[in-house]
């Protein structure tokens, strides 16, 4: 099995190739996870099909968020403070604050556009468990009859779950798209989140210290679809990401 080993130095043109190897790459997943809609004018998606398509996406997006984060880090970012910043040291939990914002993952603000209409820059802070797990098996009453043996059969299995709404999922991979076309705006919209963060948290402001979780926790971090040098890929952006956020751009 094929393993890579983490560079002790990254520069900012190891970064850059980082960018350009595996953007592409990215771009695979997403058309390999809307390949496997087979009718995009459907109402709905079969749930099978509906959980493959995640496996693919939640790695496809964790994989470009951690490159948008990168490009954003390119250049210095000054942090912008709160515009309350002076009104109150304890800032109401309605207000427009990091730590609970209006609207999870977007940039905050009247200008905002709705979340639906934009790609999570952010990754949420809980984990959540697998909705595809396996459920237990249920048996049926097991009447002993002597020398009969018992009776194991389960009872009959309830009915199949519907299917599901395919608007959601399908405007979740035209989000992947538009980012996919147009990373640079993408990744200025990540620095205008950091710069924020960075003046929220310098105002004294309980917030989180990275848009995205630790490579351990990234969301689709064990996909079973993916080959192993598409997960290899992964891990090196990853990799690429936590050195950007150690300032490897000015490393150069």
């Not at 997943?29 to 099978?48: F, N, S």
């Not at 496809?60 to 490159?67: F, G, I």
Request: net charge positive.
């Amino acid at each position: 099995m094929s393993r890579i080993i983490r560079p002790m130095h990254f520069t900012p043109a190891l970064l850059l190739d980082l960018i350009a190897w595996n953007w592409p790459r990215a771009k695979k997943l997403a058309w390999w996870a809307r390949q496997l809609v087979k009718d995009p004018a459907a109402e709905t998606v079969a749930r099978h099909v509906h959980n493959e398509v995640l496996r693919i996406l939640r790695p496809a997006e964790s994989m470009v968020r951690r490159m948008l984060l990168i490009l954003a880090l390119k250049d210095p970012i000054a942090p912008v403070p709160p515009a309350n910043a002076g009104a109150s040291a304890h800032p109401s939990p309605k207000t427009n604050s990091p730590i609970i914002p209006v609207q999870a993952g977007t940039e905050t603000g009247a200008t905002t556009p709705p979340r639906a209409s934009q790609f999570l820059l952010t990754e949420p802070l809980t984990i959540r468990l697998p909705s595809d797990a396996t459920p237990f098996v249920k048996f049926g009453p097991r009447i002993f009859v002597f020398g009969s043996g018992m009776d194991w059969r389960p009872l009959p299995g309830e009915a199949p779950l519907p299917p599901l709404p395919a608007a959601p999922l399908l405007a979740r991979l035209s989000r992947l798209d538009a980012v996919l076309a147009d990373p640079d705006a993408h990744a200025a919209r990540l620095a205008r989140l950091i710069a924020r963060l960075r003046g929220a948290r310098e105002a004294g402001r309980l917030t989180r210290l990275s848009p995205i979780r630790p490579r351990s926790l990234m969301p689709g971090r064990a996909s079973r679809p993916l080959g192993e040098l598409t997960r290899s890929a992964i891990t090196y952006v990853c990799w690429g990401a936590d050195a950007a956020l150690e300032g490897a751009w000015d490393s150069g």
